[in-house]
């Protein structure tokens, strides 16, 4: 098994800035890739950004430029910066672990963009 362990939620102004992490323990060897999913109220999850062991990352559309993923591998610990947030960036943020096609995820950590 896989524990992820979100942190770094909250509230924010809108062109604001936060960063979020995740920490795996467990059963983490064979992990190849880590990531960030969101979730806003009444829509589906959706990827927000990946990166791989190899340091491969994707991000989606709407927060390329704005959000930047990386991994410290010491730590095992992927972070999230997120810059330039919006309201449309509300939503309920999930870590996400990929480990020989199976998914495990954290419980979430709410980000709320608003004035």
């Known amino acids: 098994q896989v524990q992820l362990v979100e942190s770094g939620g909250g509230l924010v102004q809108p062109g604001g800035s936060l960063r979020l992490s995740c920490q795996a323990s467990?059963?983490?060897?064979?992990?190849?890739?880590m990531g960030w999913y969101r979730q806003a109220l009444g829509k589906q999850r959706e990827l927000v950004a990946r990166i791989t062991m190899e340091r491969t990352t994707k991000y989606a559309d709407s927060v390329k430029g704005r959000f930047t993923i990386s991994r410290d591998r010491t730590k095992n610990t992927v972070y999230l910066q997120m810059n330039s947030l919006s309201p449309d960036d509300t939503a309920v943020y999930y870590c996400?672990?990929?480990?020989?096609?199976?998914?495990?995820w954290g419980e979430g950590t709410l980000v709320t963009v608003s004035s």
């Open positions: 467990g059963s983490i060897i064979g992990i190849n890739a």
């Open positions: 996400n672990a990929e480990k020989y096609g199976v998914h495990y």
